[in-house]
T-cell receptor, first 111, second 113 residues
Framework: DAGITQSPRHKVTETGTPVTLRCHQTENHRYMYWYRQDPGHGLRLIHY???????DKGEVSDGYSVSRSKTEDFLLTLESATSSQTSVYFC??????????FGSGTRLTVV | SQQGEEDPQALSIQEGENATMNCSYKTSINNLQWYRQNSGRGLVHLIL?????REKHSGRLRVTLDTSKKSSSLLITASRAADTASYFCATVRGGTSYGKLTFGQGTILTVHP
């Protein structure tokens, strides 16, 4: 989607390795979010940010950390990947008063 | 836990028919949103309805909101094969929520040509 990009699009990693997913926006929005999508669970919020260096936990934050050192970048790190973290990860931005704009997603497989 | 629950989980119709999907939620909300997701793609925002609104229209989409019943419905009229997708409702809770969305599990809509 215009204004928000995620990288990488696909990644296979081994159990126990650290992994960082990147979300980059060009819209200068204050709020950014990381969700994971799994069959039977819909989308669940991992972490969110309400400004540079301002982040907080979501519903399923265990095993994940985030950082936001610039308005445009929101990084999601799996400290030590586990098979339960195999999922599709979506980043989103929130223009106030409108719906979210989602990135295209990162499909992560932990083997 | 899921704030929004959609019904039905799957819906199969013929092109030209109308499709209705329902969503229920548990807590007070600031607004409710509907999204579409085509297979393997990101979510696309369809429509947002605020807690003080009862109905909104956008093209072939009609959304209603009943805050007394904590429920919403999405109607797609004159469906097309291209409407085949998963549809999610999502809510923003009242109060200070930083705009966080809580999603339901979605309805899979299949429109047969």
């Amino acid at each position: 989607d215009a204004g928000i990009t995620q990288s990488p699009r696909h990644k296979v990693t081994e159990t126990g390795t650290p992994v960082t997913l990147r979300c980059h926006q060009t819209e200068n929005h204050r709020y950014m979010y990381w969700y994971r999508q799994d069959p039977g669970h819909g989308l669940r919020l991992i972490h969110y940010s309400y400004g540079v260096k301002d982040t907080d936990k979501g519903e399923v934050s265990d095993g994940y950390s985030v950082s936001r050192s610039k308005t445009e970048d929101f990084l999601l790190t799996l400290e030590s990947a586990t098979s339960s973290q195999t999922s599709v990860y979506f980043c989103a931005i929130n223009p106030t008063g409108y719906g979210y704009t989602f990135g295209s997603g990162t499909r992560l497989t932990v083997v | 836990s899921q704030q929004g629950e959609e019904d039905p989980q799957a819906l199969s119709i013929q092109e030209g028919e109308n499709a209705t999907m329902n969503c229920s939620y548990k807590t007070s909300i600031n607004n409710l949103q509907w999204y579409r997701q085509n297979s393997g793609r990101g979510l696309v925002h369809l429509i947002l309805i605020r807690s003080n609104e009862r109905e909104k229209h956008s093209g072939r989409l009609r959304v209603t909101l009943d805050t007394s019943k904590k429920s919403s419905s999405l109607l797609i009229t004159a469906s097309r094969a291209a409407d085949t997708a998963s549809y999610f409702c999502a809510t923003v809770r009242g109060g200070t929520s930083y705009g966080k969305l809580t999603f339901g599990q979605g309805t899979i809509l299949t429109v047969h040509p």
